[in-house]
């Protein structure tokens, strides 16, 4: 078995990760919709939902509000990104080294891999790196698996996805985040070329409760170990309640409908 099977950032071996780095990936836009949502304490505060198995953040709000939340939120260190501002082939800064992330008192790294850029090669030197560093503190690895680049045409399609679940599995990621690739046999094909790894959805845009819990039924039912997601939680004006209904459909296997009571 694969030294971080049981990562820090699973429970009963499913993932509910929440993501909160938009504030570098795509800047204040995605807070428009919910204000409050600008403020980490918010949502510090919204990760603390027991269903929430790993909450996912950049150097400078885990410095600033992390030490008071230590006891209710697992930390996964998002240690690299890219402001939306960048206009060259895909990339993503290296912005958090793994040793002061585990002195912070991280359990997990994210790490963006942007297989098919340009800059792929260096990426994945990067990560070897931080994969390295995180395996020698038992942390767990979480790739953010994202192909993309000036020669890719399509980054959702079923072979794109399938692929990007198998780099994670290729170069040592516990859990491996991709983009849904829009049916249930294009992501069990994703899970079943993944190995012993984890595969979790990506969230996206918001969509409503319905669609999206129904996207996250189907992706489990595919084999996938459940979720990482951002702007389908904090975008909502009561995210408790999505993820009251995400915790049933991930960890208690009921489907789209039971969660939503209907
Ligand atoms: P969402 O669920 O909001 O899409 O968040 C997931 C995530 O991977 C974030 O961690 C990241 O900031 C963002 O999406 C990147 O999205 P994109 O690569 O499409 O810009």
């Known amino acids: 078995m694969r030294p971080g099977a049981d990562s820090a950032v699973t429970h009963s071996?499913?993932?509910?990760?929440?993501?909160?780095d938009h504030g570098l990936e795509h800047g204040p836009v995605d807070f428009e919709d919910v204000p409050a949502s600008a403020d980490p304490e918010t949502v510090f505060d919204v990760a603390t939902h027991d269903a929430v198995t790993g909450f996912g953040v950049q150097k400078g709000l885990a410095e600033a509000y992390y030490p008071s939340y230590e006891n209710d939120v697992t930390l996964l260190a998002k240690v690299n990104g890219t402001s939306n501002m960048w206009m060259g082939e895909p990339d993503s800064a290296v912005n958090w080294s793994v040793e002061s992330a585990a002195d912070l008192g991280a359990e997990a790294i994210g790490f963006t891999f942007y297989g098919g850029s340009n800059n792929e090669v260096e990426m994945a030197e990067e990560f070897r790196d931080a994969q390295e560093a995180a395996r020698d503190r038992d942390m767990g690895v979480v790739m953010?698996?994202?192909?993309?680049?000036?020669?890719?045409?399509?980054?959702?399609?079923?072979?794109?996805?399938?692929?990007?679940?198998?780099?994670?599995f290729e170069l040592g990621a516990d859990i491996t985040k991709v983009k849904y690739p829009g049916s249930a046999d294009a992501m069990q094909w994703a899970c079943d070329v993944a190995g012993d790894t984890k595969v979790v959805m990506s969230g996206g845009s918001k969509?409503?409760?319905?669609?999206?819990?129904?996207?996250?039924?189907?992706?489990?039912?595919?084999?996938?170990?459940?979720?990482?997601?951002?702007?389908?939680?904090?975008?909502?004006?009561?995210?408790?309640?999505?993820?009251?209904?995400?915790e049933q459909v991930i960890f208690e296997d009921e489907t789209a409908d039971e969660a939503l009571g209907v």
């Not at 071996?13 to 909160?20: M, R």
């Not at 189907?218 to 995400?246: C, H, I, K, W, Y």
């Open 13 to 20: 071996g499913k993932a509910l990760i929440l993501a909160y």
């Open 144 to 168: 953010w698996s994202y192909p993309r680049g000036q020669g890719l045409k399509d980054d959702t399609g079923g072979s794109t996805i399938a692929y990007a679940s198998r780099l994670g």
């Open 207 to 246: 969509t409503s409760d319905r669609e999206f819990l129904e996207t996250v039924e189907t992706a489990m039912s595919a084999g996938a170990s459940g979720l990482a997601v951002g702007r389908n939680v904090f975008q909502r004006e009561n995210p408790t309640e999505l993820l009251d209904a995400l």
